[in-house]
Structures are given as structure tokens and as C-alpha cells.
């Protein structure tokens, strides 16, 4: 199965005193993390920043930097890129961007790109990115995006000349399994956080290292132009002079775009920042400008902004993203002012249609977006020095493997998951439970069988298995009142007596094939005292009476014990017989 893929920001080698490594923060309206692509053949690679919004891929044309533009044009527009020295590049033709038309000050001249297809790879040469063929390009000559952009969006893109609809990047990628899913996580970077920290794009899942969970899922909106709508409830600012105040006199449905830079509010919500931090509105920029001594005071007072984002703009799991002044301490260049000036990021909107969180926005949230399921997260982004990537897949769901483990944007498990999870657990406790008893029953059954079949004991049994032996022995009684093996002659006894046998027959001789045993009282029976003598249970020994030469019989099954007790009882009544009627003949 595909893994995320971790896209690189931007990066360049200088020399100074030594060689270094520096990364690029690039764009003419403030320091932004950008990404490295290589397009066409042979490769051209050039800087381009992440859209949220578009599903192709945008560079910079070389018209985009024309005579008259300050010095080091192409290099502060990420380098440009020339379709003709491409021997890949296939034209369609030029067409509308079609993003953020809402928007004021943007017209229909900026509006259009040079569409075609290319090869397109994302990272620098050797640096092991993802690569597809005949992928979609917008080649753009704007300065309003000063930048290209790695389309995020899962849409197919429109031609008017074309039956079937390219697809998206992201598409391309898991149709060529690079990545799992039609998903990714965002995270624009804080040049003012730790050593610069730089943005976070993630392919086919998202980066847990920098982001803190939360369980709020958004859901995409039914305008696949505006998709990735939230409940913007509140705008609260706070600081040692001023705590809590309420910058948003009323909650909105706000649109997140990192295409653009800022954000949009209405004209009230502007008015109380206004007059929370001092700004003020420059009616030929449309920006809220700063000048040293308003940057120095915000700066020293450092104001903390936090975000109420739900799924609604009232009740429900509302989520919190805190700013600090940093974040909105911004700076804008060339074309748009002559000289570089500080500015505030806030943008004046006219109606619903313009409200938006751009860029700015994402410098402190990460954004992860699952759009096969329609659904994305918006979470606290985490900023921990030294914390290395943990990429997390985010499955598709036509994806049926049994290991992949689905979890939902913000990376826990969602409720129809846990829910499944519960239940299944709850059916293999059952069965468990069932397994259990079942084996207890079928052995107390068996236990009841084997009762049955085993006849009871009498009190007489019990009384003679008491003074039983181990096997091949046989107790008699001596003087003292206890039992104990007979004594052959000349082995000591209790109180070193020698035990002695009454009778003429010593021995009994049995004939056999050739050789003869001969066994002084049989080894089972000895004559004792009348009244005396004791049969004892011989639990794996038989007493048959045999005559010389036969043969014990095969049993065609083992006898019970007390089967053999019974046996040995029968055999010394019978001998007792033969010995009384023996005893008679002498008299």
C-alpha cells in the first residue's frame, strides 16, 4: 500500500564563509514558506506556495516578468518557466482560473492562464518526489498571485474543448498509487516560531508532529468552489490591558483559502480590530498599513487572537486557534507598494461571498483534508523543537485491506469506527463466554456418565480399601493389631519376631515349559490364625488359581478395581476349600 508522501518547502545553497543551507521565504506580501517543482523536459524547477482551492498545477510564465520590473524579478516570483523549452509541453489553450472571482480588486485580466499538459515532479532533482506525465499546467503572467501553486483540490478540472475532464494532481497521484488517498495536510509555517519554522505539506495523510488533536470534523460545503466552509463564532482578543474583548460583533460562515494571503471579515468585525489595536485603513493600498511607531506598541503589548471555529456558527464542538501578534506582523513589496512596508492582513469584505481565512490563517492552524469522505479538520498547529515528521496515512475508502486502519482528519478514530470497534469487541467477549460454558457443561456430562458406570462402595469396601497396599502386596495381621506384609522366613519382624507360616505345604510348585518357580505360599495367600486373615484390594494384580503348565486368559478388556476385588475374594474362597478339605483327608 502507498505511504504518505512528505513534499519539501523550498530550499537554496549560498556561500558565506562556508556553504549553508537556507530555506526561501518567499512572496510580495509577507515571508512564506514555498515548495519545489520540476516541469517538463527537460525539468525546470521553480517555487511555488500550496492552493487549497485549485486541483492543477500553476507556475510563473516568462512574461510574468516584464521590462520595468526591479531587479531580480524571476527569482522573487519563484523562477519562471518557459513551455517552448519544454519538448513535453502540450497546449489546450487559455482559460479563467476561476478562483476567488469574489474578491474585490480582482478582474477578469488576471484571471486567465496558458493551460497545457507536462510532465510534473514535485521536489528538488534527486530528491526522490513523486512524478506523473500529462499533467495539467496553468502557466500564469499575474502579479496579483505573485507565486505559482501545487493544487490540493480532488476536482477534475473543466476544459470547454475537452469530453472527458483531466484529473486533479492528487487524483493522478493515487491513480498511480504514490500516494493512498485523495487527502493532505497543511500547515503554511511560522517564520516567527523557534529557528523559522517552515511550512508542512503532506500528500495521502498528515503530519501528527504538527498539529494538537482535537475531534471536530468539518464537513465540506455543497459549493465545490467554496468547499472547505467553517462556523467562524467568535474573535476574541486579549492582553494585559484588555482582556477578552469580542472582535466579532456576529458570527459567520467563513471560507478557508490559502490561495490568498488574507483575512477577509465584514466591515464591522474590521472596525472593531480597528479600534482594538489602533489601525488604520489605507484607501489606496485597501490594507491596514503600520508604521513603526503602531508596529512598536503592538509589539510590546502582544495581543493574543484566538478563532472559535464549529460546524456551525452557534453550539456544538467549536475548536480554538490562538494567534499571537506575530502572526499578523506582516510585510508587503513590490508591485503593490513601492517600498517594503509593514501591514496588518486583514481585508475589508462587502458581502458573505468574500468572507475567507487565507494564508495568514494557517500560519498557526493545520489543515487536513480527506475529500473522498467530504470532510476535513482544523486543529491547534504544534511547535516543538526538535520533534521529527510522524506521517499518518489517511485510507481511502474503496480500500479494502484488512490491515489499513481508517481514521478520520484529525487523527482519531471516528464514531461509526469506534462504534464498530465497541461492538465487535462486545460479540468476541459472547463468544468467548459461549466457548466457556460449553466446555464446562460437556465436562460435568462426562463427569456423570463415569458416575453412573462406576458402582457405589459399601461400608465393607471402604473398610478394606482403607488398609490397602500398593500393588503385588498383601497384608495379614500381626500380633499387634496392625497389617503388614507377610515375612518370608528368616527376615526380621516387628520386635525382630520372625514371622512363621502354619502348614505342610511350604511351597507350591508350578510346572511350566521346562523350568519350575517355586513360591512359598503362592506370594498372594498365606495360612494364618483362623479368623485371622484379611483379603486386602489388589488394584492392578489378578489372583487366579491355575493349574501348572496353564495359561492365564486373555480379558478382552482391563477389569475395574472393583471388578479385581471381587476376583481376589472368589480365588481365596476357593483355596480356603481346597486347603480345608486337604486338612480333613489328613485327619
Given amino acids: 500500500m502507498a505511504k504518505p508522501i512528505s513534499v519539501q518547502p523550498s530550499q537554496q545553497w549560498y556561500l558565506n564563509s562556508t556553504v549553508k543551507l537556507s530555506c526561501f521565504l518567499d512572496g510580495n506580501d509577507g515571508p512564506w514558506s514555498s515548495f519545489a517543482v520540476r516541469v517538463g523536459t527537460p525539468p525546470q524547477t521553480v517555487r511555488v506556495f ?15 516578468c516584464v521590462s520595468g520590473d526591479p531587479v531580480g524579478c524571476d527569482t522573487s516570483r519563484g523562477q519562471l518557466f518557459s513551455p517552448n523549452a519544454s519538448s513535453t509541453w502540450n497546449i489546450v489553450n487559455d482559460f479563467e482560473l476561476g478562483v476567488e472571482k469574489n474578491l474585490r480588486n ?22 526522490g518526489g513523486p512524478s506523473v506525465n500529462h499533467s495539467v499546467v496553468a502557466a500564469i503572467a499575474t502579479k496579483d498571485f505573485y507565486l505559482g501553486n501545487i ?31 485523495l487527502s493532505y495536510g497543511y500547515n503554511a509555517g511560522a517564520p516567527y516560531r523557534l529557528k523559522k519554522v517552515l511550512g508542512s ?57 490559502s490561495t490568498v494571503p488574507h483575512i477577509w471579515l465584514p466591515i464591522e468585525a474590521c472596525r472593531a480590530f480597528e479600534d482594538a489595536f489602533g489601525l488604520i485603513y489605507d484607501n489606496t493600498t485597501d490594507l ?32 480554538n486557534i490562538t494567534f499571537p501578534y506575530a502572526s499578523f506582523d506582516l510585510e508587503v513589496s513590490s508591485p503593490i507598494v513601492p517600498e517594503p512596508t509593514r501591514y496588518f492582513p486583514l481585508r475589508r469584505a462587502d458581502n458573505d461571498t468574500q468572507y475567507t481565512l487565507g494564508r495568514t490563517f494557517l500560519q498557526e492552524s493545520y489543515l487536513t483534508v480527506d475529500n473522498e469522505r467530504s470532510r476535513f479538520s482544523v486543529s491547534q498547529a504544534a511547535f516543538i523543537e526538535g ?12 480500500e479494502t485491506s484488512a490491515k489499513s486502519e481508517t481514521r478520520n482528519a484529525s487523527g482519531n478514530l471516528s464514531s461509526g469506527e469506534l462504534a464498530g470497534i465497541i461492538a465487535g469487541a462486545v460479540i468476541c467477549f459472547l463468544l468467548v463466554i ?32 482403607s488398609n490397602s497396599v500398593p500393588i503385588g502386596e498383601l497384608n495379614v495381621e500381626w500380633g499387634d493389631g496392625k497389617f503388614r506384609p507377610p515375612e518370608v522366613e528368616g527376615s526380621p519382624g516387628p520386635r525382630g519376631n520372625v514371622a512363621e507360616v502354619e502348614g505342610n505345604h511350604g511351597g507350591t510348585e508350578v510346572e511350566g515349559s521346562g523350568s519350575g518357580v517355586e513360591m512359598e505360599g503362592s506370594g498372594n495367600v498365606a495360612e494364618m490364625e483362623e479368623g485371622k486373615a484379611q483379603m486386602q484390594e489388589l488394584d492392578a494384580v489378578h489372583v487366579y488359581e491355575l493349574p501348572a503348565g496353564e495359561v492365564k486368559p486373555k480379558t478382552a478388556r482391563p477389569e475395574s478395581g472393583q471388578e479385581r476385588i471381587w476376583s481376589a475374594r472368589l480365588a481365596a474362597t476357593r483355596r480356603k476349600k481346597d486347603h480345608d478339605g486337604e486338612a480333613n483327608d489328613k485327619s
Fill in 50 to 64: 500550496a492552493s487549497t482551492t485549485v486541483p492543477e498545477t500553476w507556475v510563473v510564465l516568462t512574461e510574468g
Fill in 106 to 127: 480582482y478582474s477578469s485580466n488576471w484571471d486567465h492562464g496558458r493551460y497545457g499538459f507536462d510532465t510534473l515532479a514535485l521536489g528538488y532533482q534527486g530528491s
Fill in 151 to 181: 493544487g490540493l483540490s480532488a476536482q477534475s478540472i473543466n476544459f470547454t474543448t475537452y469530453d472527458n475532464s483531466p484529473p486533479s494532481l492528487l487524483t493522478q497521484l493515487k491513480n498511480t498509487k504514490q500516494i493512498p488517498s
Fill in 387 to 398: 520533534a521529527g515528521q510522524n506521517l499518518v496515512s489517511i485510507i481511502s475508502p474503496n
Fill in 201 to 257: 505539506l503532506t500528500l495521502g495523510g498528515y503530519d501528527t508532529s504538527r498539529l494538537i488533536a482535537n475531534n471536530l470534523n468539518f464537513t465540506f460545503a455543497d459549493d465545490i468552489s467554496r468547499d472547505l466552509v467553517v462556523g467562524l463564532q467568535s474573535i476574541i482578543s486579549s492582553d494585559e490591558a484588555d482582556r477578552n474583548r469580542e472582535l466579532l460583533p456576529e458570527s459567520i460562515y467563513t471560507f478557508i483559502d
Fill in 288 to 319: 491596514y498599513l503600520v508604521n513603526s511607531t503602531l508596529h512598536d506598541t503592538l509589539k510590546q503589548r502582544n495581543p493574543s487572537i484566538s478563532f472559535i471555529l464549529g460546524n456551525t456558527v452557534q453550539g456544538g464542538d467549536t475548536v
Fill in 434 to 465: 459461549g466457548a466457556l460454558g460449553l466446555f464446562i457443561w460437556k465436562r460435568r456430562r462426562r463427569q456423570t456418565k463415569e458416575e453412573v458406570l462406576v458402582p457405589e462402595k459399601t461400608k465393607e469396601d471402604e473398610t478394606e480399601s
